[in-house]
Every structure is written in C-alpha cells, then in structure tokens.
C-alpha cells in the first residue's frame, strides 16, 4: 500500500510539472504572437473608419506579419486613431512615407493593417510616428454597388427580352432575312457602288491631269490662262471696247440732244413724212436695181466670151479658201501644242 502511494504521488507530480510546463510553452507562444515578451516600436495611424478591426490583430508589410493592433481610440466624428506595435527588427524596413491601410487575411478573414511601402527615400520610421493612411473600398460599399450593379443589370435584361420579343414577333424582319434575292441585290449594289467609286476615281484623275496641264501652260485652257501675250491683248481689246462705247455713248447723247432740240437730220427723219415716202421710195429702188444687177451678171457667167473669166475667179477664191482653212488649223496646232 505504501509503495502504490508513492507511485501515484509521483505520477501526479510529473502530470502537474507536465501540464505547467505546457501552460508555459503556451502563455510564450501567445506573448510572442502578441509581442508580448519583446521590445516593440510604437506607431500610429488615423482612419476614418476601422470597421472590423480589433485590437491584437495583426500588422504586415508585404504579406509578413512585422507588428500587432495595441489600441483603437475615437478621436473625433471622423477619426479614428489605430495604435500600432512594430517589431524592433523590422524598424529599418518601415519608413516614414509607408502607408497604412485596412485589409482582410484573405477573402473573409480577419481585418488587418496593410503597410505599403511607397517609392523614394525616406527615414526609418520613429516611435511616436504618424503613418499616412489610404482609405480601402468597404465591404459594405462593395455590396451596395453591386446591389445597383444587378439592379441595372435586370434593367437591361428586361429591355433585351422586350426586344427579343418583338424581333420574334415582327413577319416584315423574318420575310426579309429568308428572302433569297436579298444577298444578290446587295452584292450588286455593292458593284455599282464599287464602279461609280472607279468612275468617280477616273473623273478625279482626269481633273488632276487637266489641271497640271493647265499649270504648265498645255492646252486650249491652259493657252489662255497662262499666255501674257493673250492676257495683254484681251486688255488691249477691253480698252478698245470701252473706248467704243464712249464714243457710242456720246453720239447717242449728241442724237438725243438734237430729238431735244427738235433739229437735225434724225429729227427730220422721225417726223418728215416726206423725207420717210422718199426713203422707202429709194429703198425699193435699190433693191430693183441691186435685183437687176444680179441678173445681169447672171446672164453674163452665161456668156461663152466670159465663162473662162468667172471660172477662173471661182478657182482662185476656192484656193484662197483652203490656204486660210490650212491657216487656221495650223495656227490651232501651235495653240495646243506650242513650241519649247
């Protein structure tokens, strides 16, 4: 009985020294998961919201775990102060212009703290030290523009099956879609299309030919819009032309000046009826006379002792004729194609 006591007394101090050693091991795994047993550099960072963060969670750089949440405070309606606790190991990673931001440990883990490291130098952070903050989209205002995301998407849903529904019920779009002549028509109008564009293409050419033989002086067109000499001898023509007309104007104006007057032989002739009868009279004398005369000479060209005369005035006027006709057109030639 003794030594059954003894036994038990052992096993039971062994089992407890067992089970404090565990507790131990524990309490150190969970101090140091919380920095509790080694130094730490304290910070800060100011949000606007921490919505789901909790003190002790975690806090990393990069996706590694350098620090832990040590206080939550309110310090107005629109901040809140999130204390921080860095590892002294990794004090010379975390700078000054790092940012902090919330986050979550996964899809639906729990919410972190995110320190971003931005580009460009800066000093280590100092314990005391404000970290710059970026607010994160929420999940909240995630779930609301999505709410608004299928609210539009069920909109257009709807307007879709109402198209749908009047396409199917819609004889004049189903006739037209199996009519087999369709695709010939359009083929072929697709061809005309294609050779008016080639006419169209012809015609521009065309107009681009004529008008750099215009530049260069080719042509009938480009004769006259580019010869000095025609140029002068339209002005030429132009100063003849008016001084015509002045000379015109003025006689008319010495005419009219006389039918005022009442004097002069235009006077006489608008209101003598005599000096009219006389004029008709010559008139018709004339044109007896000039009738006679042409037969007269008709009768002549008749005559065999002046037949060889008028034949050889008909020869040579022909003659004349197609030498100025051989003129002409040589003169045109030069026109269109003048010598370099």
Known sequence: MPRNSTSNQVRLGLFVVVGVGCLLVVLYLLGSQQNLFQRSLPVQADFRNVSGLLKGNNVRL?????????????INDTTVRVQ??????????????AVASIGTDGLVG????????RPGAAPAV????????????????????????????VGITTGLRAVTDKLNDSKALWQLLSD???????????????????????????VRQLTAGVRRGQGPLGYLLTDDTFADQIGHAARQLAGTSDTLAATLNGLQRQLER????????????????????TMRNTAQSTAKLNES???LQSNFLLRGYFRRQARQQAHEAACAAARAKADSLKQVYPMR
């Open 126 to 153: 100092q314990a005391g030290d404000v970290l710059p903050t970026s607010e994160q989209a929420s999940i909240d205002a995630m779930l609301a523009t999505l709410d608004i995301s299928n609210k539009n998407l």
């Open 297 to 299: 000479m008709t009768a």
């Open 84 to 97: 921080l606790n860095l590892n002294q190991d990794v004090r010379a990673f975390v700078r000054r212009n």
């Open 180 to 206: 087999e002549q369709l695709p010939a028509d359009v083929r072929r109008s697709a061809q005309n299309a294609a050779a008016a564009t080639a006419q169209l293409n012809a015609a521009a050419t065309d």
């Open 110 to 117: 729990n919410t972190i703290i995110n320190l971003t490291a």
């Open 62 to 74: 990069g996706g590694i775990t350098v620090g832990t949440v040590k206080d939550i405070t309110i």
């Open 262 to 281: 009442g004097g002069g032989p235009v006077q006489t002739l608008l209101t003598d009826t005599t000096a009219a009868r006389q004029l008709r009279q």
